[in-house]
């Protein structure tokens, strides 16, 4: 998007992070300043301000994306109480109370795009993520109904849906085949947001992948680890 | 835990990369940098599987630019695509394009890369102003002219031996168009191709030759003489070129390149090319980086890899020495399909760096085990004679007492990582193999 010298505003933490990525941005092509707040998607309270201070430097946005996240192995989660509840809090309720902000002041304004990343682990409960899918079908579940509700007012949904990508997130674990590389990633993304395609499976061949996971019966289900 | 390798796939070690967008983090504790592994041989090798290696490969942000002076400033792991792609449209360049743009900064200073222009322009590291750089005990510091000198010059070139690179500053070039207007010509034979290489560098500014390896008798270094400049506005296209896409080849469980296909495909690349002389607009693509068009080209020598030799060779004292050089190569057999002859200018900053005025010669060799060995041996022979020497990201096979004789200055730069480093907690594969690292 910088490169195509769009106008941009970045939220999340920490900020030395956000400055040091808005810098970058700027220099490839960012119209004018990146502004950068810190905002922890931890603090629902503080979802409202730091949209408003977008707005603010924006003079209204059109285009919401929200990457941000937590992620956890199965095993973490399933011993590491504390740390279960602040992964589904933020990674499902707290992400849809701040896509309610972004829509609602979009939709204020006739309309706008609200980009969201959710995962294929929310396709159907599965074994090595089962916590971590049961947030993201959450959040599938919510853009979906956004775009039922929605698309003919203005607001478009793209929910993106990535397999393995190959970023901090995922540093260590073992990409399995069709493991994509951020950039590709960000170019279709992209696409979608241009386009305003409501799903995008990232790289494109999860989405056939899912389509064999969703159907297998059950009893396969549970004597598979996929 | 995965498996490490050249661009060359030869040789293969297990090692275990940390890859993080924090490169700085990710370097404490590392034996060894690592950006896009482009280099051919075990340059960017761990020694053992203990050695943590850092990738800096998402650690690319751009930090600051300034239009007036053509200044950058950049995470190590930012590549020459991603550069080329931001500023060849602003009317900037690097100022040394090696032969891949699959490298990182960090990787071009690590290698003092060279290119077609070195003959005027030197290498990179002639334009890097101040690294940002971790060093063995765990400081992070600015390493420039200014600030540790010594640091600086054993840097440039030093095969990251002598720190982690995790910024680089650097001068780009300013450039009237990002067209080249390149001119073309045959060269019948050995003589002939160096006659018109030198001819060809005093009036331009980017020179290079291809020739055919195979070829021996009258026609021994036949190939294409290639010259350029970047094209001015009136001649170029309006639009700038579009860096596209490429075709890519697949995991092939047999290499393609033997003596034969070589062969074939050498005669067929020297008659496509016109008896006459072509001049014109080409594609930056096509100029610097042909081979970048072709994804996993490595995988054409299948599974068993494949070598990489480049030498310089002075010629001021003995201008025979080239002629001798080829006649050993190719009546040992050497089925080089990407053969290059560059005339290099003066000594740059790097203390080891390669290039030094002479000519210099790259060939890729398919691994015929023995004979390979032979072949590099021979060539290493001619190049200590002449007082030249080889360029360690090329390389996989030379022996440590052939590069101990050509490398006089690698005294004086063990001397300084000995002062920096001295537990030798930086170290590669090739620093044991070559430069008198313990394994």
Redesign the interface.
Known sequence: MA?RGESLFILGIPVQ?LE??A??LE???ASGKVGTLECDLLDPRSFGAALDCADQALGGFDTVVVTAGLFASQERLETDGEFCQKLLAANFANTVVFCEEARKRMLARGGGTLCAFSSVAGERGRKPVILYGAAKAGLSHYLEGLDHKFRSQGLVTVTVKPGFV???MT?GLKPPPFAGE?EDVARQVLRAIDRGTPVVYAPPMWALVMLVIRSLPRFVMRRIGF | MSELSGWGRFPVVDGTERVSENFEVATVGAALSRGLGRSYGDASLPVSPMDIVANSRRANCLLAFDPETGVLRAEAGLSLRDLNRIFMPRGFASPVSPGTQYVTLGGMVASDVHGGNHHVAGTFGEHVQSLRMRVADGRVLEVSERSEPELFRATLGGMGLTGHILEVEVVLERIPSAWIYQESRRVRDLDDLVETLLGLSRQWPLTKCWFDSTKRGPTMGRGIAIAGRWAEPGEAPAEPPVLGERISVPYLPLGLVNGLTVSVFNAFWFHKESETLKTGVVHPKAFFWPLDGVRHWNRLYGPRGFAQYQCVLPIERDTRVVRRFFAAMTRRGCPSPVSVVKDCGPEGRGMISFPKPGISIAVDVPLRGAKTQALIDALNEIVLEAGGRIYLTKDSLTRADHFRAMEPRLAGWNEVRRKWDPDRKLRSALSVRLLGDEA
């Open positions: 490169e992070d040091r990525s810098a970058d220099a490839r092509g190959r970023t901090s540093e951020p």
